[in-house]
């Protein structure tokens, strides 16, 4: 899968959760550069408005957007701002995530479980219903969920697979559970037009892996960036790497 030129108007509207930092912060800088104005989400405001001005600065079209995606109130205050401000949203990329375990599956807690799914499972919920109403205003809309190779059953099932041996109950999990999210929602908005897909960034070093990866931002945020810009009668209900197609 290649990126081609978007048939997005030149007005288009895109919204980039957690994108105060790496793969998010990349992924709102590639799509302004392809013309988009971007929503710069974070649930902090100091980072969230030095980040936009930081792609301001760049020369690209970015605002701040107060965001917590684990907090229902802001999610719907954000939708309230979007619509005053715009009226609708032509991408909305569901990036904001959480990797909070450092134990075998055995010994994680609860709490860490529930902490977990609320960010990158409820979060990416109740952030895409809050919006549906303003992506269905733009008509052929593009939905995309930064998923993740650990949450692939069919790669982690498998011995001779490096990924089989990740231990991480929560986060592995919570992938696995937005992968089914994202089919749900894609065959929900199918007959609309609307494309609903995951993007797998590879292993990125940022934040979130403590710094440990064999990919850069750049290029961990080109999957997610590709499936923002699909052409109409691109694929939904996918899950895409930098390769291409990833096994559920």
Do not use: C
């Amino acid at each position: 899968m290649t990126t081609s030129p978007s048939l997005l108007p030149s007005s288009a509207i895109a919204l980039v959760t957690g994108a105060n930092k790496g793969i998010g912060l990349e992924v709102a800088r590639q799509l302004a550069q392809q013309g988009l104005t971007v929503l710069v989400g974070a649930r902090d405001r100091l980072r969230g408005e030095a980040a936009a001005a930081r792609l301001q600065a760049e020369g690209l079209r970015a605002e701040f957007l107060h965001l917590d995606v684990a907090d229902d109130a802001s999610v719907t205050a954000a939708a309230a701002e979007v619509k005053a401000r715009y009226g609708r949203l032509d991408v909305l990329v569901n990036n904001a995530g959480v990797q909070l375990e450092q134990q075998p599956s055995s010994l994680v807690a609860m709490q860490v479980l529930q902490d977990t799914f609320d960010i990158n499972v409820f979060g990416v919920v109740r952030v895409t219903q809050a919006m549906l109403p303003l992506l269905r205003a733009a008509g052929t809309a593009r939905i995309v969920n930064m998923g993740s190779a650990l949450g692939s059953l069919t790669l982690t099932s498998d011995p001779d697979n490096m990924r089989s041996g990740v231990r991480l109950l929560a986060y592995a999990t919570s992938k696995a559970a937005l992968n089914a999210v994202t089919v749900q929602f894609a065959n929900e908005l199918r007959a609309e037009g609307i494309r609903v897909n995951a993007a797998d960034p590879g292993y990125v070093a940022t934040d979130l892996s403590g710094q440990q990866g064999f990919n850069s931002a750049e290029d961990g945020a080109l999957p997610a960036v590709r499936l923002a810009l699909l052409q109409p009668g691109g694929p939904t209900a996918g899950f895409f790497n930098i390769d291409g197609p990833v096994p559920w």
